[in-house]
């Protein structure tokens, strides 16, 4: 039904800035809540933004609320994370899945995911 393709990750300083992008195929893009988690090594994946088939409402982790911004343009089947202030903490690989239904910070909750992007922050 969905595949996913995330881009827009790197290197940066910590204090700077990123804009991870997602672009989703298929004709059901604006079925699905959109997320994005990220993982580091070592660590469980873990939940960092949501936002739903209209994009009326966001969800964050507190971890990145008030630095991240999650928005989506179902128009151009596109998920997007912009990700300011960014801390070495934020190191990780980033991916953009599709919820079938759920629990937006659960991970088992969606059902389509992309292979992830590097975001690495130095500082």
């Known amino acids: 039904q969905v595949q996913l393709v995330e881009s827009g990750g790197g290197l940066v300083q910590a204090g700077g800035s990123l804009r991870l992008s997602c672009a989703a195929s298929?004709?059901?893009?604006?079925?699905?809540?959109m997320g994005w988690f990220r993982q580091a090594p070592g660590k469980e994946r873990e939940f960092v933004a949501a936002?739903?088939?209209?994009?009326?409402?966001?969800f964050y982790a507190d971890s990145v609320k008030g630095r991240f911004t999650i928005t989506r343009d179902n128009a151009k089947n596109t998920v997007y994370l912009q990700m300011d202030s960014l801390k070495p903490e934020d190191t990780a690989v980033y991916y953009c899945a599709a919820e079938g239904g759920g629990y937006y910070y659960r991970p088992q909750d969606y059902t389509y995911w992309g292979q992830g992007t590097q975001v690495t922050v130095s500082s």
């Open positions: 298929g004709r059901t893009f604006s079925s699905y809540t």
């Open positions: 936002i739903t088939r209209s994009g009326a409402t966001t």
